[in-house]
């Protein structure tokens, strides 16, 4: 094999490692922070304009959501198994023990900010308000289990 061809090899199998392989447990730490952190700005503008604090903004509305949206699906990178330490979080222990349970809350979260998405295109503003109750609870029902304080 000619070391340009090794090389690639090496990267592409690299590639396909779990996270938890290529990177520290603080840096998948962080990384799934920062991903809940986008998450939440996000869904705090949605909050705002549905408890009306901010004026209903049918099309900011749809670009946050898309904005979660897309940000849902790669949540579970930053639960590669091994990172239930190595840096200050507030994940709990019990999601690498029941991680099929994880697992479906975070496939439950992908499910209904896809709803989200799609919803708020359609611009109906009571099923955009319905479907950012269900999100709600997809986030409070992981939370409340795996989630401190
Ligand atoms: C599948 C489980 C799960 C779902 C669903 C989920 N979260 Fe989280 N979230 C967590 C865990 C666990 C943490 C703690 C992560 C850590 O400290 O390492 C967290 C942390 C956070 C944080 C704090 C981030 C920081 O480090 O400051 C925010 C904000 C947040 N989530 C918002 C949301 C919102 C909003 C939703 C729903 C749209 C949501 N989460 C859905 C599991 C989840």
Not at 10 to 33: G, N, S
Not at 42 to 47: I, Q, R, S
Request: a positive charge; proline letters at 4%.
């Amino acid at each position: 094999m000619k070391p340009s061809t090794l090389a690639l090899a090496l990267a592409a199998a690299a590639f396909t490692l779990p996270a938890a392989a290529q990177h520290k447990p603080e840096q998948v730490i962080h990384y799934r922070q920062s991903a809940m952190t986008m998450i939440g700005w996000n869904f705090g503008a949605l909050g705002a304009m549905v408890k009306g604090k901010t004026a209903w903004d049918a099309k900011q509305f749809a670009v946050h959501a898309d904005r979660i949206a897309s940000l849902a699906p790669q949540v579970l990178e930053g639960f590669a198994p091994g990172s239930d330490k190595g840096a200050k979080t507030e994940a709990k222990p019990g999601i690498w023990t029941n991680y099929d349970d994880f697992k479906a809350k975070d496939s439950d979260l992908v499910k209904q900010t896809q709803a989200l998405s799609d919803v708020a295109r359609g611009g109906d503003e009571t099923a955009m308000k319905a479907q950012f109750k269900k999100t709600g609870e997809a986030c409070k029902a992981c939370h409340d289990k795996y989630k401190q304080e």
